[in-house]
T-cell receptor, first 114, second 113 residues
Framework: KQEVTQIPAALSVPEGENLVLNCSFTDSAIYNLQWFRQDPGKGLTSLLLIQSSQREQTSGRLNASLDKSSGRSTLYIAASQPGDSATYLCAVRALQGGSEKLVFGKGTKLTVNP | EAQVTQNPRYLITVTGKKLTVTCSQNMNHEYMSWYRQDPGLGLRQIYYSMNVEVTDKGDVPEGYKVSRKEKRNFPLILESPSPNQTSLYFC????????????FGAGSRLTVL
């Protein structure tokens, strides 16, 4: 059974710092891995999607990497801003036993202090 | 605007009173799914649908029903709600299985007394 773990559960940094969020998964047979942002009381916003054949994706100050063989992904946020404060979730998408599965980690709550 | 719309956004109900949470997308997506989010448990998949008239169970389907009679709509039905179904529910859609970005609705907060 696929399990997704995100470490740390919470992170507090000063504005301007570069930071890395970690995501690990137990089964490497995945279609893709997606990073989401969730603001309090709101839905999920997709940040980056990495296909299983890709190593990384970039969007603005965000860079996500994927190492399927080791079951790891990282989300790098450059020059963090208070507006980056949110919970960040990773999810792996895979077909297992004929059923589509999307498995989420429990998230990392990020606070960027002015 | 391309979006996934859920209704109601907030609902308080009582045990046993049937309710339906609607989900509609305007992107002509084939794939739709429902999740619940609970503190300490994260997001868990309830049901999903690969296309019209094709639905399948996720990880926590007990106590829920779904239907997919048309491509744009995927309602979540709680025939006899119980307090353990108090949760934040999300609907999501994408073009198809696999390689596509999943777009989420804003969420529906359900309280069952």
């Amino acid at each position: 059974k696929q399990e997704v773990t995100q470490i740390p559960a919470a992170l507090s940094v000063p504005e301007g710092e570069n930071l890395v969020l970690n995501c690990s998964f137990t089964d490497s047979a995945i279609y893709n891995l997606q990073w989401f942002r969730q603001d309090p009381g709101k839905g999920l916003t997709s940040l980056l999607l990495i296909q299983s054949s890709q190593r990384e994706q970039t969007s603005g100050r965000l860079n996500a990497s994927l190492d399927k063989s080791s079951g790891r992904s990282t989300l790098y946020i450059a020059a963090s801003q208070p507006g980056d404060s949110a919970t960040y979730l990773c999810a792996v998408r895979a077909l297992q036993g004929g059923s589509e599965k999307l498995v989420f980690g429990k998230g990392t709550k990020l606070t960027v202090n002015p | 605007e391309a979006q996934v719309t859920q209704n109601p956004r907030y609902l308080i109900t009582v045990t046993g009173k049937k309710l339906t949470v609607t989900c509609s997308q305007n992107m002509n997506h084939e794939y739709m799914s429902w999740y619940r989010q609970d503190p300490g448990l994260g997001l868990r998949q309830i049901y999903y649908s690969m296309n019209v008239e094709v639905t399948d169970k996720g990880d926590v389907p007990e106590g829920y029903k779904v239907s997919r009679k048309e491509k744009r709509n995927f309602p979540l039905i709680l025939e006899s709600p119980s307090p353990n179904q108090t949760s934040l529910y999300f609907c999501a859609s994408s073009w198809a299985l696999g390689a596509n970005v999943l777009t989420f609705g804003a969420g529906s907060r359900l309280t069952v007394l």
